[in-house]
């Protein structure tokens, strides 16, 4: 019996833990979807996959892609990260 509760308390444990880090990557979607809409508005197909851009051109500007729109605004987030770590 003490065994069997064990194993479903541990199971308890994962789930919250799974359950947490759901909302803590629903946070961060969020966020950079709201920086990316802010900058570059709403994101536009670029052949297969989605774009958002912050600037005149690629070369330029900040952009982000991906095959869905959340994984293009995640790109677009991490690259304005990586430029402002650059400007640091």
Same mark, same amino acid.
């Given at each position: ?6 194993? =479903? ?6 789930? *919250? &833990? @799974? #359950? ?25 197909k670029d052949?297969? =996959? ?6 005149? *051109? &690629? @070369? #330029?500007?900040?952009c982000g ?10 790109d677009f ?12």
């Amino acid at each position: 019996m003490k065994d069997y509760q064990e194993m =479903e308390s541990s199971q308890r444990q994962y789930q *919250n &833990i @799974q #359950e947490h880090t759901q909302k803590m990557e629903n946070g961060y979607e969020f966020h950079a979807l709201k920086i990316a809409n802010e900058l570059c508005g709403v994101p536009k197909k670029d052949g297969n =996959e989605w774009c958002f851009l912050w600037g005149e *051109n &690629i @070369q #330029e500007g900040i952009c982000g892609f991906g095959e869905t729109i959340i994984c293009a605004c995640i790109d677009f987030y991490e690259n304005l990260s990586k430029l402002k770590e650059e400007i640091k």
